[in-house]
């Protein structure tokens, strides 16, 4: 008797902290990691509308590189945002160190955000830095994308502006699995 009442009660914590969270707003961030190879992490802020990717680095990367990377990143934005014409609220990109590991982080509003935008700055940081890979295969450009995976893309980027989960999301790869869960 002991051991149903334990269970139930696991159950409904299990439940309790896993509510508000539907199975499109974790398809939404497995899909983007999944289009999106380079990408070791995304994190969606519902609070601050705002996305989180994070690229993690093989091995160390010099300050100077870092520095030249982070630069390089923020002028092609501005770039881009000037022939695009488009009003972007926020663009952020760190490094963070962890152990012998850099991560190029970017943040970014998802009002704005494109799948050009996306498209180049995953290519422009993979082929700046060597990047952690589970494959051997080279990144695939937009040129790579067929027109179904663009408007699939696109898609999930609308569908991304309009989550209204209660939690943080965070999406990450380990191994060739995505994990997706919220805190």
């Not at 590189?65 to 022939?83: E, G, H, N, P, W």
């Not at 609220?89 to 982080?105: A, M």
């Amino acid at each position: 008797m002991s051991e149903k009442k334990e269970n139930r009660e696991n159950k409904t914590t299990h439940t309790r902290m896993h509510s508000g969270v539907s199975h499109n707003e974790i398809e939404i961030l497995a899909a983007l990691l999944v289009a999106f190879p380079q990408i070791s992490r995304v994190t969606f802020d519902p609070e601050k509308r705002m996305l989180s990717m994070a690229f993690l680095c093989e091995g160390p990367v010099s300050q100077a590189k870092r520095k030249q990377l982070q630069s390089l990143y923020l002028d092609s934005i501005d770039v881009y945002r000037a022939l695009t014409n488009k009003d972007m609220s926020t663009v952020k990109c760190y490094w963070e160190t962890i152990d012998q590991f850099h991560c190029f982080h970017v943040e970014r509003d998802v009002a704005s955000l494109s799948t050009a935008e996306l498209n180049l700055t995953a290519t422009l940081i993979a082929g700046q830095v060597q990047l952690v890979s589970d494959t051997d295969e080279p990144f695939a450009g937009e040129a790579e994308f067929s027109w179904s995976a663009k408007l699939l893309l696109q898609e999930m980027l609308e569908r991304i502006r309009e989550l209204e989960c209660p939690r943080t999301l965070v999406a990450l790869r380990e191994g060739e699995k995505v994990i997706v869960f919220h805190k």
